[in-house]
C-alpha cells in the first residue's frame, strides 16, 4: 500500500522464455557465456522500437531504473467503428464537421510500457496497455497459472473446485496409459479448458509471494490474483515491492508443486529443454528404461504383440 509519495502501480507479470526467443530472435551467445542476458534483453527492446517504427506516428522512450530496463512508448489506433460515426458527423443535421477534423478526433492515442528486470538465470517482463502484445511469442505460456500449484494446496477451497470440474486436461485421465489419441499442443496449452483463473489469496499465501501489509490492514484482509501467461496482482505496489516479489516469484518457479494443475507436464518444468527431448527419449531407450515410456495411440494392443515378438 502507499507509504507517503511512493508512486505505485499495478503489474501484469510475465516471464521471457528462451527457447522461444532463439525461434523469433537472432541470439549469437550461448547462455553460459558471459553477456548472453544483457544481448536477450536488448533484443527484446530493439525489436519492440523495430515494430514501432512500422507504426503511424509511434513516439517511444527508453527506460533504466533500478535494475529495470525497458521503453514507454505511444501508438495511434483508428476505431474498428470511425466509418459509422466519420458518415454521422460529416453528414449531421445539427452541424457538418469536416472528415480530417473527425479523423483527427477519432484517433486513439494509447500509452503503454515494457519493463524488462532479470534475476538469477531468468528475465521476467512487465508490461501496460499494449505492451504484452510486444512480447507475446516470446514468454513462458501459462506461466501464472503454473505457479498456482506452488503457493496454494490441493486441500484449497478454489483448488478443490477446478479438480472437481475436471480442469486438469482436456483429456482428462487417471490411468496410467491413455489408449486414446492424444493433441499433445491441445492439452498442454490451458488457454483451450480456461482462459485464466481469478483467485482470492488470504495473508499466509499474500505472503509467499512477497507481498507485504501495513499494520493498519485487517488480519482477514484478502487480495485478488490473476493468473494467465502472466500474474496479476491488483494491488498497487511500489517498484522496490515489485522487486521483492519477483524475487520471490523467482525462488517459487523452483519449489515443488503441491498438486498437479495439468496432467502433461511441461519439460521446462522439469529443467529440460524442449530441443533436448528427442536426445533424452534416444538415451532412456538406449539404456533400455523402458518404464519412462507409455504407451498411447488405437493400436496399443499391437504395440505390445509385436514388442514381445521382436524381443525373443
Same mark, same amino acid.
Given at each position: 500500500?502507499?507509504?507517503? +509519495? &511512493? =508512486?505505485?502501480?499495478?503489474?501484469?507479470?510475465?516471464?521471457?522464455?528462451?527457447? *522461444?526467443?532463439? !525461434?523469433?530472435?537472432?541470439?549469437?551467445?550461448?547462455?553460459?557465456?558471459?553477456?548472453?542476458?544483457?544481448?536477450?534483453?536488448?533484443?527484446?527492446?530493439?525489436?519492440?522500437?523495430? %515494430?514501432?517504427?512500422?507504426?503511424?506516428?509511434? !513516439?517511444?522512450?527508453? &527506460? %533504466?531504473?533500478?535494475?529495470?530496463?525497458?521503453?514507454?512508448?505511444?501508438?495511434?489506433?483508428? =476505431?474498428?467503428?470511425?466509418?459509422?460515426?466519420?458518415?454521422?458527423?460529416?453528414?449531421?443535421?445539427?452541424?457538418?464537421?469536416?472528415?480530417? !477534423?473527425? $479523423?483527427?478526433?477519432?484517433?486513439? &492515442? +494509447?500509452?503503454?510500457?515494457?519493463?524488462?528486470?532479470?534475476?538469477?538465470?531468468?528475465?521476467?517482463?512487465?508490461?501496460?496497455?499494449?505492451?504484452?502484445?510486444?512480447?507475446?511469442?516470446?514468454?513462458? *505460456?501459462?506461466?501464472?497459472?503454473?505457479?498456482? =500449484?506452488?503457493?496454494?494446496?490441493?486441500?484449497? =477451497?478454489?483448488?478443490?473446485?477446478?479438480?472437481?470440474?475436471?480442469?486438469?486436461?482436456?483429456?482428462?485421465?487417471?490411468?496410467?496409459?491413455?489408449?486414446?489419441?492424444?493433441?499433445?499442443?491441445?492439452?498442454?496449452?490451458?488457454?483451450?479448458?480456461?482462459?485464466?483463473?481469478?483467485?482470492?489469496?488470504? *495473508?499466509?499465501?499474500?505472503?509467499?509471494?512477497?507481498?507485504?501489509?501495513?499494520? $493498519?490492514?485487517?488480519?482477514?484482509?484478502? &487480495?485478488?490474483?490473476? +493468473?494467465?501467461?502472466?500474474?496479476?496482482? *491488483?494491488?498497487? @505496489?511500489?517498484?522496490?515491492?515489485?522487486? +521483492?516479489?519477483?524475487?520471490?516469484?523467482?525462488? @517459487?518457479?523452483?519449489?515443488?508443486?503441491?498438486?498437479?494443475?495439468?496432467?502433461?507436464?511441461?519439460?521446462?518444468?522439469?529443467?529440460?529443454?524442449?530441443?533436448?527431448?528427442?536426445?533424452?527419449?534416444?538415451?532412456?531407450?538406449?539404456?533400455?528404461?523402458?518404464?519412462?515410456?507409455?504407451?498411447?495411440?488405437?493400436?496399443?494392443?499391437?504395440?505390445?504383440?509385436?514388442?514381445?515378438?521382436?524381443?525373443?
Amino acid at each position: 500500500m502507499n507509504s507517503g +509519495n &511512493v =508512486p505505485e502501480a499495478q503489474f501484469s507479470i510475465y516471464r521471457i522464455d528462451f527457447e *522461444r526467443i532463439s !525461434e523469433v530472435m537472432t541470439i549469437t551467445k550461448k547462455q553460459t557465456q558471459k553477456g548472453y542476458y544483457e544481448e536477450i534483453k536488448n533484443a527484446i527492446i530493439n525489436l519492440t522500437i523495430k %515494430k514501432l517504427h512500422e507504426k503511424l506516428n509511434a !513516439e517511444y522512450r527508453k &527506460v %533504466k531504473y533500478l535494475g529495470f530496463e525497458g521503453i514507454v512508448f505511444k501508438t495511434m489506433h483508428k =476505431p474498428i467503428w470511425q466509418d459509422v460515426i466519420i458518415h454521422m458527423l460529416s453528414s449531421s443535421e445539427s452541424k457538418k464537421v469536416k472528415k480530417n !477534423e473527425i $479523423n483527427q478526433f477519432l484517433l486513439n &492515442v +494509447n500509452v503503454s510500457y515494457l519493463l524488462i528486470y532479470k534475476i538469477g538465470k531468468s528475465i521476467y517482463a512487465m508490461t501496460g496497455g499494449y505492451g504484452s502484445h510486444y512480447i507475446s511469442k516470446i514468454i513462458d *505460456r501459462n506461466f501464472g497459472l503454473y505457479l498456482i =500449484p506452488k503457493i496454494i494446496k490441493i486441500d484449497n =477451497p478454489v483448488i478443490k473446485q477446478i479438480l472437481q470440474n475436471n480442469l486438469t486436461g482436456n483429456q482428462f485421465s487417471m490411468q496410467k496409459a491413455n489408449r486414446q489419441a492424444t493433441n499433445f499442443l491441445i492439452e498442454q496449452d490451458m488457454s483451450s479448458i480456461y482462459r485464466q483463473l481469478n483467485i482470492e489469496i488470504d *495473508r499466509e499465501i499474500a505472503q509467499k509471494l512477497g507481498i507485504e501489509f501495513d499494520e $493498519n490492514e485487517a488480519k482477514n484482509k484478502k &487480495v485478488n490474483i490473476i +493468473n494467465k501467461d502472466s500474474l496479476v496482482i *491488483r494491488r498497487n @505496489l511500489s517498484l522496490s515491492q515489485l522487486i +521483492n516479489i519477483l524475487k520471490r516469484i523467482d525462488k @517459487l518457479t523452483k519449489a515443488k508443486d503441491n498438486f498437479a494443475l495439468n496432467y502433461l507436464v511441461p519439460a521446462r518444468k522439469m529443467n529440460y529443454k524442449n530441443s533436448e527431448l528427442f536426445s533424452i527419449l534416444k538415451t532412456l531407450f538406449t539404456e533400455k528404461k523402458y518404464k519412462a515410456f507409455e504407451l498411447v495411440g488405437d493400436e496399443y494392443v499391437n504395440y505390445i504383440v509385436y514388442a514381445a515378438a521382436k524381443c525373443q
